[in-house]
């Protein structure tokens, strides 16, 4: 059974830090690229970032790029989401999802999901 | 970057049969393979319809989706409504240049 299992979220002031992460398990996770997707309250998905099976490839939107950095560690089947410099309108529910494809993430979809994991960014 | 334009929200009756349209601002909506996830409270996004009209495994037949070139747009049918399929449905599709997903805003389907 896959499984993905999401930890490390929490309450960050502006300006702060927090790393996210998603344990996978019932599927051989280096083989398959995976995401990061948000909905804040009272909104819509968003989708934040992607890595590729072996970490080459990292992809972010520009809502996040230069603050959040997607890695993943294959020997642990693990991925992570460093975010810095958090503003109040990062405020979310972060989801990872593990993606169909293995390299170019952006012609998959996400097929399994973790639970979800809420940051919430005030002072 | 293109968007996705979804209606608010839809509503039918139990047993009848509603459809949720996304339209692409700009390119063509047949360049890009479109997918659908269903969005209830409290729970994770789950995938409904993937490459434009495909089901994953489990999905019930009532869910289908298709492309329509005439009008650049993508539609979500679900038939024979039922109360288990009230939820919030996002259409998504992507830019294979930059790359990165693009989602549209969702759509809240009530089941009267």
């Not at chain 1, 804040?40 to 939107?61: F, I, M, Q």
Request: aromatic share 12%; proline share 4%; hydrophobic share 30%.
């Amino acid at each position: 059974e896959v499984q993905l299992l999401q930890s490390g979220g929490g309450l960050v002031q502006p300006g702060g830090s927090l790393r996210l992460s998603c344990a996978a398990s019932g599927f051989t996770f280096s083989k398959y690229a995976m995401t990061w997707v948000r909905q804040a309250p009272g909104k819509g998905l968003e989708w934040v970032s992607a890595v590729g099976d072996s970490s080459g490839r990292t992809h972010y939107a520009d809502s996040v790029k230069g603050r959040f950095i997607i890695a993943r560690d294959n020997s642990q089947n693990t991925m992570y989401l460093h975010m810095t410099s958090l503003r109040v309108e990062d405020t979310a529910i972060y989801y990872c999802a593990k993606v169909t494809r293995r390299h170019d993430f952006w012609s998959g979809y996400g097929d399994y999901w973790g639970q979800g994991i809420r940051v919430t960014v005030s002072s | 970057n293109f968007m996705l334009t979804q209606p608010h929200s839809v509503s039918g009756s139990p047993g009848k049969t509603v459809t949720i349209s996304c339209t692409r601002s700009s390119g063509s909506i047949a360049s890009n393979y479109v997918q659908w996830y269903q969005k209830r409270p409290g729970s994770a996004p789950s995938a409904v319809i993937y490459e434009n009209n495909r089901r994953p495994s489990g999905v019930p037949d009532r869910f289908s989706g298709s492309i329509a070139s005439s009008s650049n747009s993508a539609s979500l049918t679900v038939s024979g409504l039922k109360t288990e399929d009230e939820a919030d449905y996002y259409c998504q599709s992507y830019d294979s240049s930059i790359p990165i997903w693009v989602f549209g805003g969702g759509t809240k389907l009530t089941v009267l």
